[in-house]
């Protein structure tokens, strides 16, 4: 078993059972207690679990991790995914981008396009676009979160709702089984509703460790998404979801 492999068993473990201790993950993957602590270390970093004395439990579902190590966390996973989103919208189109890493690089990877106008919550988002002279950015207003540059509040929502854009594109904290979207902030959920009800269609942005991850706020559910673009095969309940509701399904491998 690749480390990979392993890892992904780990947080599959955890997130089936809660709080794992290093004596129990042994058990199960018949390997040495240092490789597991190894492991637990390198997947605390990335933010995929809680490490805790002798073993590790699920992330929070009622905090996100820190800003800075999401944006450490999966940055080649998400560059992928963010590459085969840009692939996806055309020149001259129009689309929102709302908040979060992935939607970050998402710009990034835009920056080889023409002439689109985009709207965004996100100052970040659109410091990276407006440095392209055909583009049109226009920056929602409302207050500024310090800590990522997010722009949220009853006044970013009622400005989304001025606008009908090509393409919404859309971050999102844990994906449940059953489809539900997830997140964290009340008022972030606001604004992403709001994007997703004004857009032709919708572009989910979650990399692998989003599956199954939990918080506390509902934003949606798949149904409501036209794509799923992600860097890996979801978990078989999600998969059948998608071509039930015929998702499309953009795997960044």
């Known amino acids: 078993m690749s480390q ?11 997130q089936l059972k809660g709080y794992q201790s290093i004596d129990e993950l042994v058990a199960t993957l018949h390997v040495t ?10 997947m605390a970093d990335r933010g995929e679990l809680e490490r805790h004395h002798g073993g590790a439990g699920p992330i929070s579902s009622t905090q996100n991790a820190a ?17 085969c989103i840009a692939r996806q919208i055309p020149d001259q189109a129009s689309l929102f981008i709302n908040l979060g890493t992935t939607n970050e690089l998402v710009a990034q990877a835009l920056l080889g396009h023409r002439e689109l106008k985009i709207v965004t919550n996100n100052l970040i988002v659109a410091s990276i676009l407006s440095a392209k002279a055909d583009f ?11 800590r990522d540059g997010g722009i949220v509040g009853e006044a970013t929502r009622d400005f989304i709702h001025q606008f009908k854009l090509d393409y919404g594109i859309i971050g999102i904290s844990g994906i449940d089984e059953d489809g539900s979207l997830l997140d964290f ?6 604004i992403a509703q709001a994007i997703m009800s004004n857009s032709r269609a ?12 939990r918080a506390m706020v509902r934003l949606g559910h798949l149904q409501q998404c036209t794509a799923l673009f992600t860097d890996r095969t979801p ?5 059948d979801l998608l071509q039930r509701e015929n998702i499309r399904l953009h795997i960044a491998e």
């Open 4 to 14: 990979a492999q392993r890892q992904a068993r780990i947080l599959e473990q955890i």
């Open 67 to 83: 800003y800075q190590l999401r944006q450490r966390n999966a940055t080649a996973e998400k560059q992928r995914i963010a590459a």
């Open 235 to 239: 978990p078989a309940a999600i998969k």
């Open 33 to 42: 207690p240092q490789t597991i602590r190894r492991d637990l270390n390198q």
């Open 185 to 190: 902030d009340y008022q972030e959920v606001r």
């Open 202 to 213: 919708v572009f989910l942005a979650a990399d692998h460790s989003k599956f199954g991850r």
């Open 136 to 146: 049109s950015v226009i920056i929602a207003g409302g207050e500024v979160r310090h």
